[in-house]
């Protein structure tokens, strides 16, 4: 069974820093795209950024542009976001979520979705 575990979210001020952290594990074949997104109360869950399987072609919203970096480590099975210069419109529920193909049993790539990690940004 593949899960994706989510680390790194918190309470910080604004203008601060955090790194979020999302691991994949279980009988993984293949992981593609990987992505985060974000969700506040009573708004559709939003695309920040992506990155393609060999991270040469990143995507982000442009409300994040320019503060935020999505990478990923293919040999941890992980991927990252460093969030600069938080402000408090940053402020919700962060999700990975990665396309992945099973070994066992074999399937084909699944988009999977992590529980989710809280960012809060206030000062």
């Known amino acids: 069974q593949v899960q994706l575990v989510e680390s790194g979210g918190g309470l910080v001020q604004p203008g601060e820093s955090l790194r979020l952290s999302c691991a994949a594990s279980g009988s993984i074949g293949t992981i593609g795209l990987m992505g985060w997104y974000r969700q506040v109360p009573g708004k559709q869950r939003e695309l920040v950024a992506s990155?393609?399987?060999?991270?040469?072609?990143?995507y982000y919203v442009d409300s994040v542009k320019g503060r935020f970096t999505i990478s990923r480590d293919n040999a941890k099975n992980t991927v990252y976001l460093q969030m600069n210069s938080l402000k408090p419109e940053d402020t919700a529920v962060y999700y990975c979520n990665a396309f992945i193909s099973q070994l066992s049993p074999p399937s084909p790539s699944y988009p999977y979705w992590g529980q989710g990690t809280q960012v809060t940004v206030s000062s």
């Open positions: 990155i393609t399987g060999c991270g040469t072609t990143n």
